[in-house]
């Protein structure tokens, strides 16, 4: 190995430490003046139909399809859940806040064992109206889910009209979805 060669294998992390360090730079600077958003990677189902899929179900639930989300006759939500993701216990109260005014929610349990999914919805409450498992996570594929929690509003003719990656919070309901949800009934 020549002296230029040993020189740049060398110098290689320092130009990687220096790349990284100007993309964080950028980061931070764009979430300090407010212009970062995470959650800002859009959804390629929005305005589409909901994916065509049929799931088994979980617990007493005898599972559902993508037919019986259009069949409600109002617009439904869709959530994609796990017993193992933390922030899924933390939207589990909002989830039961909408059940309790009337808004269909249907749960997709994702990549969970049978037994923890039961036991996640004995001990944080079953907000859903089916849940259906996607052990393999291809309906989860067919969505493009990013990770769990996300939730799809799906409306009455099927359509997919939001999106929200992450954890549902009071927040977030009354600021986009219930806004939303009044233009759709």
């Given at each position: 190995m020549t002296a230029i060669n040993r020189r740049l294998?060398?110098?290689?992390?320092?130009?990687?430490?220096?790349?990284?360090?100007?993309?964080?730079?950028s980061?931070?600077?764009r979430m300090r003046s407010g212009k970062f958003d995470p959650r800002g990677v859009p959804s390629a189902l929005i305005g589409k139909p909901v994916p065509t899929f049929t799931l088994p179900g979980q617990g007493d639930s005898p599972g559902f399809s993508s037919a019986d989300l259009k069949a409600q006759g109002r617009p439904v939500l869709l959530n994609f859940f796990a017993s193992w993701c933390v922030p899924c216990i933390?939207?589990?109260?909002?989830?039961?806040?909408?059940?309790?005014?009337?808004?269909?929610?249907?749960?997709?349990?994702y990549k969970d064992k049978t037994e923890a999914t039961d036991a996640f919805l004995r001990q944080h409450g079953n907000p859903y109206v089916q849940v259906g498992r996607d052990a393999a996570g291809s309906v989860a594929?067919?969505?493009?889910?990013?990770?769990?929690?996300?939730?799809?509003?799906?409306?009455?003719?099927?359509?997919?009209?939001?999106?929200?990656?992450?954890?549902?919070?009071?927040?977030?309901?009354?600021?986009e979805l219930a806004p939303l949800l009044k233009t759709l009934t």
């Open positions: 294998v060398l110098l290689l992390p320092l130009g990687i430490a220096g790349v990284a360090g100007v993309g964080l730079y980061m931070l600077d933390a939207e589990a109260d909002v989830l039961l806040a909408l059940k309790q005014s009337g808004q269909p929610v249907f749960g997709i349990a594929i067919d969505f493009g889910l990013y990770g769990v929690p996300e939730s799809y509003l799906i409306d009455t003719t099927g359509t997919v009209r939001w999106r929200f990656a992450g954890g549902l919070t009071a927040d977030v309901v009354r600021q």
